[in-house]
């Protein structure tokens, strides 16, 4: 039981390939901190999943070690397709292993516990990629449906849930989000994250539910893994699902769940008074960063984003360390006479 989705997000005319998924995992018991997100031993692609843990676990587990094994797999210049066919043929060979040992069960049934959201990065056409693999009974074997296989829409994305009315329920509310803010010709952004981070927090709906896992993989070939304060700006930090201390927690980037926007990479929109940064050697840079009112730049680049970071964040460590040096010199201060 779970709710995932994939899209194609484009932000300041760059792509990255998006997936996000809940952590509840539910059967007869239900944890909340589950991992449902999966890296595969190649960065440039990703897999979750919907459905039955009992089913899928051992289908991805097997996934991850064959692409160990596989020096062909494992290479980048194996494109994703080719990965995506092993997997089909893999997981079909797998399910085909299943014994029913209870009475009255349909052996496709058994099979069919799990579907699966698979894409990544193709070097072969030079463009992002995803589809939805389940499994089917005329097949008698696991078949695959491409999400992306119109490349020129202006909004590429799909949701994979179980049950399937959670999917009617995530493309309603998405839908409906769209139109409400006017955004349906713009690019896609973080809109599917907003709708997962909506229905984990609603709790009448038992089978979404736990902290949002979030990954991306970039046109490098390379993949990222977020964390997420839960369940508001507020809350711990999380990944993977789990929850942990900030002191201990996984060295990864971090979402706001209430402003979608990374944690690390907050900037303040207004600054009043510019010149009290005057001493920095930075200064004419932060100036071409804000507008004569103060106000940040909308056009800023990651790169200019990054490094204006870097500066506030060395400022502010600096400020710190002068005046605990301060307080010091004054706690050694010889007594008046």
Not at 65 to 81: C, G
Not at 258 to 286: A, N, W
Request: proline residues 4%.
């Amino acid at each position: 039981m779970t709710l995932c989705a994939a899209w194609i997000r484009e932000i300041n005319s760059r792509e990255e390939l998006v997936s996000a998924t809940d952590s509840s995992l539910t059967g007869g018991e239900k944890w909340n901190q589950g991992v449902k997100l999966f890296e595969l031993p190649r960065p440039d692609c990703l897999i979750c999943f919907a459905g039955e843990t009992s089913r899928a676990y051992p289908l991805i587990l097997n996934l991850i070690s064959s692409i160990k094994l596989d020096r062909r797999l494992r290479s980048p210049r194996t494109d994703i397709e080719e990965v995506l066919s092993y997997l089909a043929s893999l997981f079909t060979a797998l399910v085909g292993t299943i014994v029913n040992e209870i009475q009255g069960l349909d052996i496709h049934d058994l099979r069919a516990g799990a579907k699966f959201l698979f894409g990544g990065w193709s070097w072969l056409e030079s463009r992002f990629r995803f589809w939805q693999l389940y499994y089917s009974k005329d097949a008698e074997g696991f078949i695959f449906k491409e999400c992306t296989d119109e490349p020129n829409k202006n909004r590429i994305y799909t949701f994979l849930g179980d049950p399937e009315e959670l999917v009617d329920t995530a493309t309603k509310t998405y839908k409906r989000l769209i139109f409400d803010d006017d955004i349906q010709d713009d690019k896609m952004d973080m809109e599917p994250l907003q709708i997962l981070i909506k229905m984990s927090r609603d709790k009448s709906i038992r089978t979404v539910d736990g902290a949002i896992q979030i990954a991306k993989v970039y046109k490098s070939g390379t993949s990222e893994f977020f964390g997420i304060n839960w369940p508001s700006s507020k809350g711990k930090p999380h990944f993977l699902g789990r929850s942990f201390v900030p002191h201990s927690k996984p060295d990864v980037r971090y979402f706001d769940p209430d402003t979608l926007i990374l944690i690390e990479d907050k900037l303040p929109t207004v600054i009043d008074d510019l010149t009290r940064f005057s001493h920095l050697e930075d200064f004419d840079f932060i100036q071409t960063c804000y507008g004569e009112d103060g106000s940040l730049s909308t056009a800023l680049s990651d790169l200019d984003r990054e490094r204006l970071i870097y500066v506030f964040r060395e400022a502010a460590y600096q400020r710190f360390v002068d005046n605990m040096q301060n307080d010091i010199a004054q706690d050694h201060r010889p007594g008046e006479a």
